[in-house]
């Protein structure tokens, strides 16, 4: 028998995706737009919620003070996520709260001085916050000063399609524990909502109503209707009644005790809480957090490029989207949403999902963030969805994102062995150094970096908690230093270095220009 011929075994690399419905500049009808912007934004809701019920009853805050925070951080989101598709990158990214931020915002809130405070709800809850704010208002000049100087540009001169692999793979793998732990907590609810989501996504794709894939688009809405109406089900029939708090809190619908607490209508505004406090060791800790939001981030816009048809972004658009980023992170912290800013990477899978990369839902989505945050009691409606049911949606939208990082592979020389060498060793690195990080904080209730510099174990507990950034470290390191000026094709530098500059591809000018006309006092640089 013959041996095939190597043109029949392979696959061309591509600088696009295949099989995306609407790119980055094409959209939807307009009615089609905004049931897609509405996907959107409940997907956001999962880490909208999730963070602030959390952190609230740490600080001694009530149920309306959690209320207030969720509120606040989805009007941030909505204002960050337009400045960024207008002024930012402009790629379809929501922009949302960042889990990075919780180590050094946890450690602000057992700092001695304010755990001392005897008045466990008002006093103890504002001076907390207020610290928060501080500590996220002077720590944003971070990515400011990075963004706008360009120096972010000129550090993604040493990133190559190799290096990038582990960094854009482990936004999504890293995220793990985000994924089947939880919807195991509450298997009832969240095991019906995966196997639902995949049917629909996948299986019945093709299910066609005038002319639309009605099942595919919005798969993410009906089957959160249907489970969510099914654990409502189960909650109203008692189903909960004698299982512990933990099960409760994870499968009733009615333990978040946001709708009632939510005002009808709250428009939330800067320094709500009062004047922000200043510590510097509560800065240098969250520096940490802002450079792991930096990194993910950068491994998202590369990974939402791809997913919205788009070329790779120029390194002065991805500097560009950072410095937006930075002045997301300082609104953050104006208005006290007690998290950071990071590209929301659920969102990015759903672009995938749905194939359907365009810009103007993502906007519309952001919409529907600053709309719903507004009026109080029809958010809390829909953020009242037991996290589980987002967890199990995770599953399939995290491993999209990892996916399209394994994707840039194919730029690459994968039969060199130093090719396998780096991304083996970052990628393995990149999801074990933290599992170290979280297996060490969960037996001792501290991190392994435990010195008497309270600002310094939270900058290196940080910086090591986080999957991409420390593949970064590695992937980066490994990839300039072993070999590299006989590798450049073997890491995929000719493919990659068109895209370095604006004028670099003609695509790169209709996907990234700045609107209004902006160019022309922002030239490309």
């Known amino acids: 028998m013959a041996a095939p011929k190597p043109e029949e075994i392979s696959f061309p690399p591509m600088d696009q995706l295949q099989g995306l419905e609407y790119c980055i500049d094409s959209n939807p009808s307009w009615g089609e737009a905004i049931a897609l912007g509405f996907q959107h934004y409940i997907l956001a809701l999962g880490t909208a919620v999730?963070?602030?019920?959390?952190?609230?009853?740490?600080?001694?805050?009530?149920?309306?003070?959690?209320?207030?925070?969720?509120?606040?951080?989805?009007?941030?989101?909505?204002?960050?996520?337009?400045?960024?598709?207008?002024?930012?990158?402009?790629?379809?990214?929501?922009?949302?709260?960042?889990?990075?931020?919780?180590?050094?915002?946890?450690?602000?809130?057992?700092?001695?001085?304010?755990?001392?405070?005897?008045?466990?709800?008002?006093?103890?809850?504002?001076?907390?916050?207020?610290?928060?704010?501080?500590?996220?208002?002077?720590?944003?000049?971070?990515?400011?000063?990075?963004?706008?100087?360009?120096?972010?540009?000129?550090?993604?001169?040493?990133?190559?399609?190799?290096?990038?692999?582990?960094?854009?793979?482990?936004?999504?793998?890293?995220?793990?524990?985000?994924?089947?732990?939880?919807?195991?907590?509450?298997?009832?609810?969240?095991?019906?909502?995966?196997?639902?989501?995949?049917a629909f996504s996948q299986y019945l794709k093709n299910f066609l109503t005038k002319q639309l894939p009605v099942l595919e688009r919005f798969a993410l809405l009906i089957s959160i209707t249907v489970i969510w109406a099914y654990a409502h089900l189960l909650t109203a029939s008692g189903a909960y009644k004698h299982r512990p708090e933990l099960t409760q809190l994870n499968c009733r619908t009615d333990k978040a005790n946001l709708i009632s607490s939510a005002p009808w209508i709250k428009i939330p505004y800067p320094l709500q809480w009062g004047a922000p406090t200043f510590d510097a060791g509560h800065a240098f800790g969250m520096m940490a957090a802002v450079l792991v939001s930096l990194i993910e981030s950068t491994g998202a816009y590369k990974a939402a490029s791809r997913l919205a048809s788009a070329t790779p972004p120029p390194a002065h658009v991805l500097s560009r989207g950072i410095g937006w980023q930075g002045i997301g992170i300082l609104l953050n912290g104006l208005f006290g949403t007690l998290s950071g800013s990071t590209v929301s990477v659920e969102n990015v899978g759903l672009l995938g999902s749905t194939r359907v990369g365009s810009r103007r839902v993502i906007q519309i989505s952001a919409g529907f963030m600053i709309f719903f945050s507004i009026l109080g009691k029809f958010g809390a409606l829909f953020a009242s969805i037991p996290f589980t049911i987002f967890a199990a949606v995770y599953c399939v939208l995290f491993g999209l994102v990892a996916s399209v990082g394994l994707s840039f592979l194919q730029f690459t020389n994968m039969n060199s062995m130093r090719n396998l060498f780096i991304v083996g060793v970052a990628l393995f690195l990149g999801l074990s150094v933290p599992e170290y990080f979280r297996e060490y904080t969960a037996k001792a209730l501290h991190g392994p970096a435990h010195t008497r510099g309270g600002w310094f174990n939270d900058f290196l507990n940080t910086i090591f908690f986080s999957s991409p950034t420390v593949a970064l470290l590695v992937a980066v390191f490994l990839d300039n230093t072993l070999d590299y000026k006989d590798s450049a094709r073997d890491r995929g530098m000719p493919w990659w270095v068109k895209f370095r500059t604006f004028k670099g591809d003609s695509r790169n000018e209709e996907f990234y220009t700045l609107p209004f006309n902006l160019n022309r006092f922002f030239p490309p640089s």
């Open 50 to 198: 999730m963070i602030p019920s959390f952190l609230v009853p740490l600080m001694g805050g009530t149920d309306g003070d959690k209320v207030r925070v969720v509120q606040a951080l989805l009007f941030v989101e909505g204002i960050n996520t337009l400045l960024q598709t207008l002024f930012g990158t402009r790629l379809p990214t929501v922009i949302g709260g960042s889990y990075a931020f919780m180590v050094p915002i946890i450690s602000i809130i057992h700092d001695t001085s304010l755990m001392s405070i005897e008045d466990n709800h008002v006093q103890r809850f504002l001076n907390t916050m207020r610290a928060v704010q501080g500590a996220l208002i002077v720590a944003s000049s971070i990515q400011i000063i990075l963004g706008y100087s360009q120096m972010w540009a000129i550090c993604s001169r040493f990133f190559s399609p190799l290096g990038m692999v582990p960094v854009i793979a482990l936004v999504g793998f890293g995220l793990f524990d985000r994924g089947f732990p939880v919807v195991g907590r509450c298997v009832e609810i969240g095991i019906p909502m995966l196997i639902l989501f995949i």
